[in-house]
């Protein structure tokens, strides 16, 4: 059984009144959708807010979820425009801050733990790469970096992506593209590449 199969059942159950099923949905995608919240809201407290918001039209809507997409495309589309809501309530339209998740820094710790070669100037590297990529994707467009966040983040398919944006598949690899390109611009002084290099 899928993926998909698993959850349309506990839709199912969940639409027939069980709040237990919804709350196991709940349980499985909640750090996605923080994760993916966090992309666009930057305080954590607000993020947590947002979320939980989201979770709650998504239990009020459950009763029109039809299973055409994939339930944690619904989801998450949910959960974005309950994000875009938020910000545009607080006068914001984007990020204003470009530090590291919380997420993030266990794993630069946790990877630090794991190589025994790791010099103070790889570790200072790794980390002035990660920052460099997390700013050039704070100042991407919205709909590449929703794109390249779909994508590189939260590992959806080109035909997941296409569904969740309401667009073509080929300019969810349009968007995807132009991320990539434009990220790749602001790495290539820190690594020393030039334009026809890959790192």
């Not at 349009?174 to 002084?189: G, K, T």
């Amino acid at each position: 059984m899928s993926e998909r199969d698993v959850d349309q059942q506990l839709v199912a159950r969940a639409q027939r009144g069980e709040k237990h099923a919804f709350e196991l949905l709940v349980t499985k995608y909640q750090r996605k959708l923080v994760r993916l919240i966090s992309r666009l809201v930057r305080d954590p407290a607000e993020v947590e807010d947002v979320a939980q918001e989201a979770f709650i039209k998504a239990y009020r809507a459950l009763p029109q979820f039809r299973g055409d997409a994939a339930f944690y495309t619904w989801l998450y589309r949910i959960g974005v425009n309950t994000a875009k809501n938020f910000l545009m309530t607080q006068g914001r339209r984007a990020p204003t801050t470009t530090e590291k998740d919380a997420e993030e820094a266990e794993t630069f710790d946790d990877a630090e733990q794991l190589r025994d070669n790791n010099t103070p100037e790889s570790v200072l590297m790794s980390r002035q790469v990660a920052q460099t990529v997390n700013d050039a994707m704070d100042r991407l467009p919205e709909d590449l970096r929703t794109a390249i966040t779909l994508r590189e983040i939260e590992g959806m398919s080109y035909d997941e992506i296409a569904d969740f944006m309401n667009c073509p598949i080929g300019t969810v690899r349009s968007r995807i593209f132009r991320a990539r390109e434009a990220i790749a611009a602001e790495l290539r002084p820190l690594l020393g590449t030039t334009k026809d290099q890959r790192w």
